[in-house]
């Protein structure tokens, strides 16, 4: 039996890929970075399948290089990084990895408001570098119990750390593109965005990036929070204006800030972010579990031989989009 072809962009977690490879040809970029686009460009000719891991973007460009595709499947679940429009144009569905990261991701997070309220990632090097009483160089942390939390976008992952701060008797407000009707499961109450930024203690955003988010927190909204506002960015990096945060955080506009997704991403060594002494900062690494990346890794394999087979993808995101 004739293998399909097959581009992926970077490896799936092993059982998946082993099942991929069972009946694709694939050609793999497994040298680290991104692909460059020409490789890609060249790769796709003869592909009827791509499958996407990490930062390539997905465009019209893109799609007249691969004139066979039947399918595109990214192991994410964010998509700001493909054209959609440009997908329903080529008649080409697009599936990603909703639910299956929703735990990990919030974990991550939530784990992101602990250790910047108990300072944990500073304990640590304090230790490190032979110190132990607490002194000047290691300020009290914060509690959170009690405290209000703030949650921009209120999705799967924006409802799961609406439940872990729920069990550290945090109080949840929370803003999104519209109220969600089941909030009084959820615990939390909706605000605007305006009335959020004064009232929350800490503000964690989950929103996707999109035209409406890109640049979202500016320094207007920095300066509407409380002084000793707690800030975390699990969504993507540009939902925050980079330039206005690195203010606020100096001038002490806000308090402190706890990033998973940077703009950029990554963060070159000398970039003013990792200069100051009130931020936490993780590699976007909200998912990385080996669990959850197969997880992952499954349903992107499941999205990509359903549309090789014509059939409707597992998690599709553009389920208009008429099958080749
Ligand atoms: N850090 C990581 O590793 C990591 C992991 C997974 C997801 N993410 C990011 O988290 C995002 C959310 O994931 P999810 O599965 O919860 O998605 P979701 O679609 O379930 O939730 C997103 C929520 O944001 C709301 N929203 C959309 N636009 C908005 C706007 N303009 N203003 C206010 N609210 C808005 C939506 O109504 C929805 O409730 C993803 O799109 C991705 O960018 C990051
Ligand atoms: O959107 C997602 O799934 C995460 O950011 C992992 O890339």
């Known amino acids: 039996m004739q293998k399909h072809q097959v581009v992926m962009t970077g490896a799936l977690m092993p059982p998946a890929l082993e099942r991929v490879q069972a009946v694709c040809e694939v050609k793999l970029w497994d040298q680290g970075g991104v692909i460059p686009r020409e490789v890609l460009f060249?790769?796709?000719r003869d592909a009827v399948g791509l499958v996407v891991t990490g930062k390539v973007r997905v465009d019209d460009e893109l799609l007249s290089h691969g004139p066979n595709l039947k399918v595109i499947a990214q192991s994410a679940v964010g998509y700001d990084?493909?054209?959609?429009?440009?997908?329903?144009?080529?008649?080409?569905?697009?599936?990603?990895?909703?639910?299956?990261?929703?735990?990990?991701?919030?974990?991550?997070?939530f784990t992101l408001l602990l250790s910047a309220a108990r300072r944990v990632h500073e304990g640590w090097n304090f230790v490190r570098e032979g110190h132990w009483s607490l002194g000047k160089d290691l300020p009290y942390g914060t509690d959170i119990r009690g405290k209000t939390l703030g949650i921009v976008g209120m999705g799967r992952i924006g409802a799961a750390v609406a439940a872990r701060a729920r069990a550290f008797g945090m109080k949840i407000i929370y803003y999104n593109r519209t109220p969600r009707s089941d909030e009084a499961a959820i615990g939390a109450t909706y605000q605007?965005?305006?009335s959020l930024l004064a009232q929350a203690d800490c503000i964690i955003v989950l929103t996707p990036l999109s035209a409406a988010t890109k640049g979202l927190f500016g320094r207007e909204q920095f300066a509407r929070m409380k002084p000793t506002a707690y800030f975390v960015n699990a969504s993507r990096g540009p939902v925050v204006d980079t330039a206005a945060l690195v203010e606020a955080l100096t001038t002490r506009k806000i308090a402190y800030a706890a990033l998973d997704v940077t703009?950029?991403?990554?963060?070159?060594?000398?970039?003013p972010l990792l200069k100051l002494p009130n931020i936490l900062v993780t590699p976007h690494i909200g998912s990385a579990t080996t669990?959850?990346?197969?997880?992952?890794?499954?349903?992107?394999?499941?999205?990509?031989?359903?549309?090789?087979?014509?059939?409707?993808?597992?998690?599709?995101?553009?389920?208009?989009?008429?099958?080749?």
């Open 192 to 194: 605007s965005f305006d």
């Open 291 to 324: 669990e959850t990346r197969t997880a992952m890794s499954q349903l992107t394999a499941d999205n990509l031989l359903a549309g090789l087979a014509g059939k409707p993808l597992k998690a599709c995101v553009n389920g208009e989009v008429n099958y080749k």
């Open 42 to 44: 060249d790769w796709l």
């Open 81 to 109: 990084n493909i054209d959609i429009p440009a997908c329903i144009r080529h008649g080409i569905p697009f599936g990603n990895t909703p639910g299956v990261l929703v735990d990990a991701t919030a974990d991550l997070t």
């Open 263 to 271: 703009d950029p991403e990554p963060l070159p060594a000398d970039h």
